[in-house]
């Protein structure tokens, strides 16, 4: 084992401060990585808060951070794939049982045994839990490390490891592909990926949102048509038209409003996480065929597919680069949506502490 600076959380109610984690030396299947960037998931502020105990309670001190990008120091006497110097990328799991009917499906995301980045028991017992991506370096199996195309911007990378597989997983699941209309509801981290994504699938894009100032922007990232949802007529408009809408939404909303626009046999998928349960009309469904679904990132191939997907269109996400002594308060940022539209912690600061 060795020592690495990380950040940690030491309860709920703490702020991240600087510390040492151990990470286990790589063994013959593992690749080592210096972390270069980390992007900030709101999913970390909620584990590091401990509101999210009804699905996985949080084990403290916490390392947060799934969004990894960095450079290959070290791998393993049986690595295949990789090699010192190579970019690579970790996103939301570094392990599964990798024998289950969904990992042979490649989707390890709902192994019953998946391990995720941070937070996670550690088979390797070099920790109580795994330590995600606010440190120094980080050692996974090669089966879980992704590469990365050496020409997109690296900072702009990290958040496509879970905001972009998350968006663009459900877009290919459900066909959206050119002369098909497409919504996506609400313009934030997700929001803005999923635009980005849909538009490069040649789809007419439709971004619903609350504010009116962030036409400009929707338009920008890509979308043909911008909607205010508070506006009944601007939403009658679109009634029995949509063949797929992306519901990135994470409060409580009005689902029915956006099950009617759907035309036949469309479907809404929901990656959002509302806290509390959303109401559904039963009749928002009937009518039409109409289906409700949720998603969850991607699997380890699909993830891959999208890497390369961006680096042949020249796609990333728009972020801020924060150092990671400015983490608490890009958290508080994040609550009040006061980013464009995702942060990423530039680790190189990590070597000042």
């Known amino acids: 084992m060795y020592n690495t600076k990380a950040y940690a ?3 709920a109610t703490s702020p991240l401060t600087s510390t040492q984690i151990k990470r286990r030396n790589p063994t013959e299947h593992d690749v080592q990585i210096e972390i270069l960037f980390c992007g900030i998931c709101h999913s970390d502020v909620h584990s ?13 001190p916490i390392v947060p951070g799934h969004e990894i990008v960095g450079r290959v120091t ?12 190579d970019l ?3 996103g939301c799991m570094v392990d599964s049982d990798l024998t289950c009917p969904r990992c042979q499906a490649g989707f390890q995301q709902f192994c019953h045994n998946v391990i995720f980045t941070y937070n996670s028991p550690d088979k390797h017992k070099t920790a109580p839990v795994t330590y995600g991506g606010y440190s120094d370096s980080i050692v996974a199996d090669e089966r879980f490390v992704l590469r990365v195309p050496e020409n997109l911007d690296l900072a702009g990378v990290a958040p496509l490891l879970c905001a972009g597989i998350t968006t663009y997983s459900p877009l290919r699941h459900w066909g ?13 981290g997700l929001g803005h990926m999923g635009v980005k994504f849909a538009h490069a699938f040649g789809a007419h894009v439709v971004v619903f949102t609350t504010s009116p100032d962030k036409t400009e922007d929707a338009l920008r990232l890509g979308a043909d048509e911008v909607v205010v949802s508070r506006n009944a007529d601007e939403m009658k408009k679109h009634e029995d038209s949509f063949d797929f809408i992306l519901d990135t939404v994470s409060a409580k909303h009005d689902i029915n409003a956006y099950l009617n626009l759907l035309r036949l046999d469309g479907n809404i998928t929901l990656v959002g996480a509302p806290e509390k349960p959303l109401d559904i009309a039963a009749f928002s469904l009937l009518v039409g065929r109409r289906s409700l679904s949720g998603s969850m990132i991607g699997g380890i191939p699909e993830t891959q597919e ?7 269109h020249n796609i990333t996400s728009d972020v801020e680069v924060v150092p990671i002594q400015k983490v608490n ?21 990590l070597k000042l502490e």
């Open 9 to 11: 959380a030491a309860s």
């Open 48 to 60: 590091v808060r401990d509101e999210w105990s009804d699905f996985m309670s949080t084990t403290y």
């Open 74 to 85: 070290q791998v393993g006497s049986a690595v295949t794939k990789y090699k010192p110097g």
């Open 88 to 90: 690579a990328a970790i």
């Open 176 to 188: 959206v592909t050119e002369g098909k209309k497409v919504g996506v509801v609400g313009l934030g």
């Open 306 to 312: 999208m890497l390369d997907f961006c680096g042949q």
């Open 329 to 349: 308060e890009a958290y508080d940022r994040l609550l009040k949506s006061d980013v464009k539209y995702r942060f990423v912690i530039d680790m190189a600061s």
